[in-house]
């Protein structure tokens, strides 16, 4: 077809069929999109208003939801946890021995599945020390109790699953708003990180972020295999000492030292995980 063909009053551009689906299709996404945030956002709030201050802790700064609000809110969403084991291992570092509990299990909600662990271990200042003659002095092993230091592990996983599954992640400002006062930082039991070692400085929120987002990121490089996740942390922080010594690696995220967390660790995840995100991007197109 020749230019000088086209109608000179033509000034209208009629869009392709194509096209005209494709901005139907966009519409319609932007509505879900619009509906799911609402839907969300009044999830958060319920779960919320499930709660009361002592299903709450201020862990550092971030709230960190106890088991007893973990239960509440499963049971009111129909959360299923199932598959749920817990391993216990014996390792050795430069203050003793000590023990450690991985709390591993599944979750379903509606069409969300998903694998999470939770692990503590011994040296947990609220197990392994207590005070004397007004001093924090470190418990022997023989007297920490481990039935609940294995309790904590499950915690930790009921608090990883739920807040995942149900996508869950608060400030205590929205807290304090979305529970009408009734729950705030100030009426909540509070602990804080101990400081680094080494003349380290004290953990931040954002190391506290950094942990968790590396244990996410871990887990789904490693198709939410725990042991795998664990081998591939030893591995990333296992060194030669100076004497010529291997040392081995941590195999828990909140074993890393801040330098080893900021310095080694999240840095090498994160650029691991850029690529594979990417690679699974470029697979679903």
């Not at 931040?204 to 987002?213: E, G, Y």
């Not at 890393?256 to 080694?264: A, E, V």
Request: aromatic letters at 8%; proline letters at 2%.
């Amino acid at each position: 077809m020749e230019y000088d063909s086209i109608p000179q009053d033509e000034t209208k551009i009629i869009p392709l069929t194509s096209s005209s689906n494709n901005l139907e299709d966009m519409e319609r996404s932007l509505q879900q999109t619009d509906r799911f945030i609402e839907v969300m956002d009044s999830i958060r709030k319920k779960c919320v208003r499930l709660t009361n201050r002592n299903d709450w802790v201020d862990q550092n700064g971030v709230p960190y939801l106890e088991a007893s609000g973990c239960d509440k809110i499963a049971k009111c969403f129909g959360v299923q946890i199932y598959d749920i084991t817990c391993e216990k291992e014996h390792f050795s570092d430069d203050t003793g021995d000590f023990f450690q509990f991985t709390t591993s299990g599944s979750g379903k909600w509606l069409n969300n599945v998903t694998h999470e662990i939770g692990v503590t271990n011994t040296k947990d200042k609220f197990f392994a020390k207590k005070k004397v003659d007004g001093n924090m002095t470190l418990l022997p092993l023989s007297e920490i109790d481990l039935p609940s230091v294995k309790k904590k592990s499950h915690t930790n996983f009921m608090n990883r699953i739920i807040k995942k599954l149900l996508g869950l992640s608060y400030t205590w400002e929205e807290i304090e708003e979305m529970s009408g006062g009734k729950i705030n930082r100030k009426m909540c039991q509070h602990f804080a990180y101990d400081k680094g070692k080494k003349g380290g400085t004290a953990e931040t929120a954002k190391d506290t972020a950094a942990r968790s987002k590396v244990r996410e990121m871990i887990l789904e490089l490693c198709g939410g295999d725990g042991a795998l996740a664990k081998k591939m942390l030893i591995d990333m922080t296992e060194f030669t000492a100076d004497d010529g010594k291997k040392v081995k690696g941590r195999s828990r995220v909140e074993d890393l030292t801040l330098k080893q967390l900021n310095g080694i660790v999240y840095p090498q995840i994160s650029a691991q995980y850029k690529i594979f995100k990417e690679k699974m991007g470029a697979q679903n197109e």
